[in-house]
């Protein structure tokens, strides 16, 4: 079974830009969580989506926002970047069937502003 | 507010030794406590999980520890390799329908020496 896929792996944007980044999650998960993964603060919980529907979001400004699809893949957009945006942002995947909570990640997508 | 609490920042391990990971949580709600291994340029991956009814979980050469009134718990890699050179990540997870998001700890950096 293939697993969770990022796309684009690697993004350079101009600070006051937008951004799109992409997760297919692992075939029949319908539950997909995006992170953020920096040096200085680790991984921070940005959002969650069930069934195209928003279940969790974590403290992060309203410039980051997300949105899941019929077929669970999943988006999230950072708008107007700030420098501070530079980071390894990861999305996870989870069955979320009989009470299973394991997560399964994607290689991440590093994005880079200047 | 920092909910998971991990220790050490960094473990330098001899090959063959036992590598130990501690982690600390404050809320007494978290019921599922995954730990995380990820290698450079890689997205985590779970390496092992444990509910607070059992004290101890072993999969191969890894065993998490957990202690609850204490609300620690802690990951063991027995007989550590150079291949377990890796970033650990403990996280917890409250697991009530609706909430599932990792809080994580701010990670281990490990290095395993021949």
């Known amino acids: 079974k293939a697993g969770v896929t990022q796309t684009p792996r690697y993004l350079i944007k101009t600070r006051g830009q937008q951004v799109t980044l992409s997760c297919s999650p692992i075939?029949?998960?319908?539950?997909v969580s995006w992170y953020q993964q920096t040096p200085g603060q680790g991984l921070q919980f940005l959002f969650e989506?069930?069934?195209?529907?928003?279940?969790n979001k974590g403290n992060f400004p309203g410039r980051f926002s997300g949105r899941q699809f019929s077929n669970s893949r999943s988006e999230m957009n950072v708008s107007t970047l700030e420098l501070g945006d530079s980071a390894l942002y990861l999305c996870?995947?989870?069955?979320?069937?009989?009470?299973?909570?394991?997560?399964?990640f994607g290689p991440g997508t590093r994005l880079t502003v200047t | 507010q920092q909910q998971v609490k991990q220790s050490p920042q960094s473990l330098i391990v001899q090959k063959g030794g036992i590598s130990i990971i501690n982690c600390a949580y404050e809320?007494?709600?978290?019921?599922?406590f995954p730990w995380y291994q990820q290698f450079p340029g890689k997205g985590p991956a779970l390496l092992i999980a444990?509910?607070?009814?059992?004290s101890e979980k072993k999969e191969g050469r890894f065993t998490i520890s957990f202690n609850k009134s204490a609300k620690q718990f802690s990951l063991h890699i027995m007989d550590s390799q150079p291949g377990d050179s890796a970033t650990y990540f403990c996280a917890a997870v409250i697991s009530n329908f609706g909430n599932e998001k990792l809080t994580f700890g701010t990670g281990t950096r490990l290095t395993i020496i021949p």
């Open positions: 075939s029949g998960h319908r539950s």
């Open positions: 809320n007494t709600a978290f019921d599922y």
């Open positions: 996870a995947s989870s069955l979320l069937f009989d009470r299973t909570y394991e997560q399964y």
């Open positions: 444990i509910r607070p009814d059992v």
């Open positions: 989506y069930f069934s195209e529907t928003q279940r």
